[in-house]
């Protein structure tokens, strides 16, 4: 059980039949500190609870951030695609286009080749909106990753793309 | 701009005097995939998603699973606490607290050597309720970790640590 190559401690409990059955380890056991799914819901909390203080200076909000940013790498996403790469409700996807149209930072259009399909664009005013807290966001990022080397940060990216992965293949 | 070693593509402007000013990368030269907070903030979502929907059938929300989960490691921890490592805002917190208690699965008592400060304890009831669904809890970490060997999941610890640090020392 004290194995360097063991994750977590496992017990072994013998059954009264002589029978050796492997147990779980128990929350105590992986400890909080190394239990991945504590520290990323710590991490990503403070990231968006940041964030929001932040944006507000720019009357903006995390999740319109988010949009504008995906849609000024990919413009022309249908509300389904936008709503899982900007991580959030599809309920709260299209309130917030509406009010991110009347803003004029987006538009949706049928797409030409299939008139069923909406796609959201963004606009000039909206790519303009996002450059005016990009420097911000960025300079976010910068510090979260402070003493954290290339290599640190490319094998960093590589097991959180394993555990998207993960994820969404088990849709745990 | 494509050395291997460079974390991402710096633009470097040149202006009209002829001076170099490196600029920061944008967004589509950083890309989503290697946008750590994007990856992080789906994870995060996703699990939290999925979590929620599994502890339904045991009549739990994520918030008390997780009160339950840091209190079955540090009982007597004051509210402001167990807030930060369960990770929920403090007026969520108090009023959890309060329908945890008439379900017995916790109790509010003040600290002995100090009356002013009140610690929260699990009960037996909430550790019984705990341990009924961690089995569940458990089994989708793993699966969320499927293919990372120890050294792997080591290093990723160690990394989400420096990045917790950083988020909390310079409270982004």
């Not at 504008?68 to 022309?76: E, K, T």
């Amino acid at each position: 059980m004290t194995s360097e190559r063991a994750r977590f401690q496992r017990g072994v409990l013998v059954r009264t039949d002589g029978e050796a059955e492997a147990a779980i380890p128990s929350m105590g056991e992986i400890g909080l500190q190394q239990f991945a799914p504590y520290l990323l819901n710590r991490i990503s909390a403070r990231w968006n609870a940041n964030m929001a203080e932040a944006l507000r200076a720019h009357d903006m909000t995390t999740t319109k951030m988010r949009i504008l940013a995906v849609l000024s790498i990919s413009s022309g996403l249908t509300v389904n695609e936008l709503s899982v790469f900007a991580v959030t409700e599809q309920s709260t996807m299209s309130r917030t286009l509406d009010g991110m149209e009347e803003q004029g930072f987006i538009r949706r259009q049928p797409r030409p080749d299939d008139m069923r399909v909406r796609e959201v664009h963004i606009t000039e005013a909206g790519r303009s909106a996002f450059a005016r807290v990009w420097p911000m966001v960025y300079e976010m990022f910068v510090r979260m990753f402070e003493g954290i080397d290339d290599d640190e940060y490319q094998a960093f990216a590589k097991t959180l793309h394993k555990v998207l992965a993960n994820i969404r293949r088990h849709d745990i």
